[in-house]
C-alpha cells in the first residue's frame, strides 16, 4: 500500500489528468464547429491521450491497494478568440500539468517511494513531449496568421494524427 500523502496526491492529479481529458474534448468540440476537422481531431486524440494518462495513475492505485478517490472535475472553458488562441491556452495547461507531475515527483522522495518515482519518470518524459507539440504547432500558427490556405494546409496536417491507446500496465 501506498503512503497516504501519495495516494492523495496521485488522486489529485488523476483529477487534473481528467480535467485535461475535459478541456481538450471542448476545444475539440470548439474546431468542429468551426469547421476544422483535422484540429477537431487533434485535440480528440489528446483528450483520449489525457483519458490514459488517468487510468495509468488509477491502475497504479488500485495495484497497490490503495484508494481511488475519484474528485469533482470543473468546468472547462468553451469560447477562444482564435486558433492560436486554443493553442496558447493547452501550452499553459500542460505546464500547470509539468508542475504538477514536478510536485507528485517531490512528494515521492520525500517519501522514499521510489516506485512512485519510477513511474513519474514516464509522465515527465511525456510532459517534455506534450509542449513541444503544441509549441510547434503555435509556431505554425504564427505563422500563417489569418491566411486561409495555411490554415486549410494545417488542417489537413492535423487530420492525420492518429490516437494509439497506452498500454497500461
Ligand atoms: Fe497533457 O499530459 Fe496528461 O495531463
Redesign the pocket.
Known sequence: MLKKKVEDAINKQIQ??LY?AYLYLSMSAYFSNKGLAGFANWFDV?QK??RD?AMKFYNYLLAHGSKVKLLKIDEPGHEWKSAIDVFKAGLKH?QH?TECINNLVDIAEKEKDRATFNLLQW?ID??VE?EENARTIIEKLSLIKTDSNGIFMLDKELSARVYVPLVIA
Open positions: 487534473e489528468e485535461s489528446q491521450e489525457e494518462h500542460e500539468i509522465y511525456e510532459q506534450e
